[in-house]
């Protein structure tokens, strides 16, 4: 083949607070890191082939039918949804329909190779995800998941997944002229849920 997308994730940056990550932001070491690490590693060695390779980094997905939507859509279609922990970590989310036409767009445009962050140009907060969601839904979200809670339940990756913050910037679609179809947040939960 003349080129590999290789899927790995924006988890290998590792918690960051308000730090906004780029394509050229280095890896974390906790385990969630580790496990991208090596799995880019052994996508690359497609490039000794002369294949380009590009290491798509995906965000949160935002689907109907399944991933993160799909768990929260009983919680919170009940108005028993809240916020994880203090709320203020960053979520960095890309509508499904735009990871699939990027990767779409990497495959025809050859100058994108190595890492490709794949997430939408407007990361949002927990807080701000709680309450876009509640909104479009019509419903409450009081009921806050609190750290321990998130921890005893599940565990380290549990801490790693859903209590880190990760701002992350998708600079190379950007300048590559990727047209997002969804940069805002309402606007891609609105066309998920109110069909």
Known sequence: PKVLVNASAIG????????????ESPPAS??????????????????TFGVRCALTRIGVVLAKEGGALKQLWTP???????PVGDGRQWMSWIHVQD???????????????????MVAPKA?????FVKTLASVLSR????????????????QMGEE???????????KLISSGYPFRFRELRAALQNLLQK
């Open 99 to 117: 990871m699939v036409g990027a990767i779409h767009h990497i495959l025809k445009n050859d100058l994108l190779q190595g890492t490709v962050n």
């Open 161 to 171: 997944m859903l209590l880190a913050s990760q701002k992350v910037e998708p600079g």
């Open 76 to 82: 919170f279609s009940l108005g028993m949804g809240g």
């Open 12 to 23: 290998i940056y590792g918690p960051h607070g308000d730090e906004e990550l780029t394509e």
């Open 124 to 128: 949002v907060t927990n807080n701000e």
């Open 30 to 47: 906790d385990f969630l890191a580790d496990l991208c690490v090596q799995w880019e590693k052994a996508a690359r060695a497609v490039e």
């Open 140 to 155: 409450p979200a009081i009921l806050p998941m609190p750290a321990f809670a998130v921890k005893a339940v599940f565990g």
